[in-house]
């Protein structure tokens, strides 16, 4: 099915239906995706056993199940968020502690946001700008599909929130801040080349990191900030941000990226049933001979 025909055909009336059907739904999906396609579920098992050597076979099967339940709620909160309205984010969505970025919109200044791929990231990136005076501008990696893609960047735009991809990331930092900007990175994605990522232990396992939040943050003196989302009931969320730093350039290297990793593996190690364990996370070996904190040093922009 082409992008336009699933984007008609499936995505938009899906997105629309009450939410009586939705969660009909999601029982279906739990059931396609758990039990007849099996999707990714060798995946899902070593990952779920290599982070934590410690639990049973029975243990590591039981968060699998949550988690696939949990998969297909993602699943449809994503298609949602394609015709999502202010007042359904709203209602979904509750923000703890915004005001504590509101003194630096008011200083003039940009932050910087990151997020995991934790509970329902989807309606956060899609919602985020209606409750901060920031304008918000998402770092993502763009759809495969051009038509999809496309037309989640309208969505998007909709409520006034940009979609940077990572080709275009350092352009926007040079040229596209002159309104003050929460720049939203995700901090849990595998890098493309381990030879230019930050190494840290993260879920029991040598873990290859992006560091751009890092990097951006030091080069443009930028306050940091980590998102915790949490689960509420009848399919809410809470939103509540975390202070990292204000003075990144006077942080020791790493420190910002090694502080928000460790903020979002204590809430995995919590409940480990809302992270995305379908994704191929640790894809390379930590390579030899290499100087980290030497490379995050140049590419932050440190003396």
């Not at 339940?69 to 509750?94: A, M, N, P, W, Y």
């Not at 939203?184 to 232990?201: G, V």
Request: proline letters at 4%; aromatic letters at 12%; a positive charge.
């Amino acid at each position: 099915m082409s992008g336009r025909l699933l984007y008609y055909l499936f995505i938009i009336p899906v997105s629309k239906l009450p939410n009586g059907m939705i969660r009909a739904l999601s029982n279906v999906i739990y059931v396609l995706l758990r039990y007849i396609v099996c999707y990714r579920a060798q995946i899902i098992t070593n990952n779920l056993t290599n982070a934590f050597p410690d639990k049973s076979s029975n243990e590591i099967e039981k968060i699998k199940n949550r988690f696939y339940r949990h998969l297909s709620v993602v699943f449809l909160d994503g298609i949602q968020s394609f015709s999502i309205t202010k007042d359904q984010l709203r209602r979904r969505i509750e923000f703890e502690n915004s005001d504590i970025i509101r003194k630096h919109y008011e200083a003039n200044s940009g932050v910087i946001i990151t997020v995991g791929h934790y509970h329902s990231w989807e309606l956060l990136l899609a919602g985020i700008n209606l409750f901060i005076r920031h304008r918000a501008a998402v770092i993502y990696q763009p759809l495969k599909n051009k038509f999809l893609d496309i037309k989640l960047r309208q969505t998007r735009s909709d409520f006034k929130t940009l979609m940077i991809s990572t080709k275009e990331v350092k352009p926007f930092f040079k040229t596209g801040m002159e309104t003050p900007t929460a720049v939203l990175f995700a901090i849990d994605q595998a890098p493309a080349n381990p030879k230019r990522s930050y190494w840290l232990n993260f879920l029991n396992q040598e873990t290859a990191v992006h560091f751009g939040a890092e990097k951006f943050a030091t080069e443009y003196n930028m306050p940091v900030y980590h998102a915790r989302l949490s689960q509420k009931p009848n399919g809410m969320y809470s939103l509540k941000f975390e202070l990292i730093t204000t003075d990144p350039r006077n942080e020791q290297a790493g420190f910002i990226t090694e502080k928000v990793t460790q903020l979002l593996e204590s809430q995995i190690i919590e409940h480990p049933e809302f992270w995305l364990w379908s994704h191929k996370r640790w894809k390379h070996q930590r390579p030899s001979g290499i100087q980290l904190q030497q490379l995050i040093t140049e590419d932050a922009g440190r003396q």
